[in-house]
């Protein structure tokens, strides 16, 4: 059974607010306009800025580039969101995915876990990812418990699993690259099947998510490792921090009927 990390008020709060829209006879409307769009765009925007920030001095890639590398997680979302199955979400959807997040580092339809000779240090990190050879197992794992969460009527589960599966793709840090674009934008895929908006992290949030990501990921560690199911302090703060960026996007969505 899963214990939910999420406090039980913001996750009230959300389904209030979705309760809203579901009343408003305007609501519909916001599907065509630029409210949900433009929230979609401005989470691939500073996705792509958390890892190459504006106000960094060694920036690797030129302006045209970017603006290639923004076009490709926008067209890698519109794919997921075409393609993904929620409850059924697969090993093989997010290599898909994170291979057309950046086709130019993966090769072909497929993002290949990273190997043995790949060695990745999340940025902030105090924790080191999963071996490669155990990478297949876990990654079986996290989408079984991805799935078992996130049943479609269930509008919490929902929330739960899509910081669960951003947390734990970011642990589990499968492929030489693009973890962090894709567990972000794994996270607002699962949010959108529901009809919910992304969570929008800013790039100058940056060096506050990941503290709490690292946070999470030990506090994930340390309690698995005494065998409790009951999540940590890290995780919470972190679940915490997901669910009010969700309720703060919905709040966009609102001001604009």
Known sequence: MHIYATNEHILDEISR??????????????NGNCTKSCINHEAITHSLRIEEPKS???????????????????????????NLNLGKVSSEFIQKLAARIDPNYHAGEFAEFRGITEAVRPTGAT?????????????????????????????KGIVEASSYAHLHLDRIHPFGDTNGRTSRMLQNLILDS???PSAVIYEGER???FHLLNDAIIGWRERTGQKSNIPSSGERRLYDFMGGKISATLDKVIDAL
């Open 56 to 82: 960094s001095p060694n920036s690797s890639h030129s302006g045209k580039e970017q603006s290639k590398m923004y076009n490709n997680m926008l067209s890698a979302f519109y794919w997921g969101r075409a």
């Open 17 to 30: 607010k979705l309760e809203i829209l579901k009343r408003n006879p305007r609501s519909h409307i916001l």
């Open 127 to 155: 924790w080191t990812p999963v071996y490669p050879d155990k990478i297949p197992l876990e990654m079986q794992r996290f989408v079984d418990k991805v799935n078992e969460i996130s049943t479609p009527s269930n509008t």
């Open 194 to 196: 529901a009809g919910i």
């Open 207 to 209: 060096f506050g998510y």
